[in-house]
């Protein structure tokens, strides 16, 4: 057994014993899996050009999902 295990963390390893996958249990990790992906999330966006509020406020009104 790994001496770094944590309960309820799985690493799936290949045929040459490298870790390819995690398996995790999100009754236990769900909340912190959530804040992990929403940071990835966030990195991959960084680059991308932002939308101005007014824009999105005026599309909204547009598609009738928001009252001006």
Avoid: C, N
């Avoid at 690493?11 to 769900?30: C, E, H, N, S």
């Amino acid at each position: 057994m790994d001496k770094h295990a944590m309960p309820g963390i799985q690493f799936v390893t290949d045929a040459k014993g490298r870790k390819v996958a995690v398996q995790i249990d999100l009754k236990r990790y769900g909340a912190k899996l959530a804040d992990f992906w929403d940071g990835v999330i966030s990195e991959a966006r960084r680059k991308e050009k932002g939308v101005p509020l007014e824009r999105i406020k005026a599309d909204l009104m547009k598609r009738g999902r928001l009252r001006g």
